[in-house]
């Protein structure tokens, strides 16, 4: 598992997310797969989140497209499972070979 980009949403002009996205970037940090990662934060504005998350999955599908490897799009407020690195391998070496 390598080369993965997690497109972070979190609220534009909101304290709260700012320290909600430090703190998920801080439990990134120390994990021992985190050379694998790369983290993107995306600021969405408040109202708007069926347009923010369609252009969320298009920002992503365009940086896949570039850049190759996989994404993913989590929230601010996300709380990684203790054993992170090794679910989610687990997880991506059981997708079927048509995934996409």
Known sequence: MNNVTFFVLTLLGSDESTRRFHRLHSSFER?????????????VRFGDRLGSVLQIMER????????????????DDAELHP??????????????????
């Open 31 to 43: 994990l021992a797969c985190r050379d694998s990662f790369q983290l993107k934060k995306v600021q």
């Open 60 to 75: 992503a599908r365009d940086h896949q497209a570039n850049h190759g490897g996989m994404v993913g799009i989590l929230e």
């Open 83 to 100: 054993d992170f690195c090794t679910e989610l391998s687990k997880t991506l070496a059981n997708l079927p070979p048509s995934w996409e």
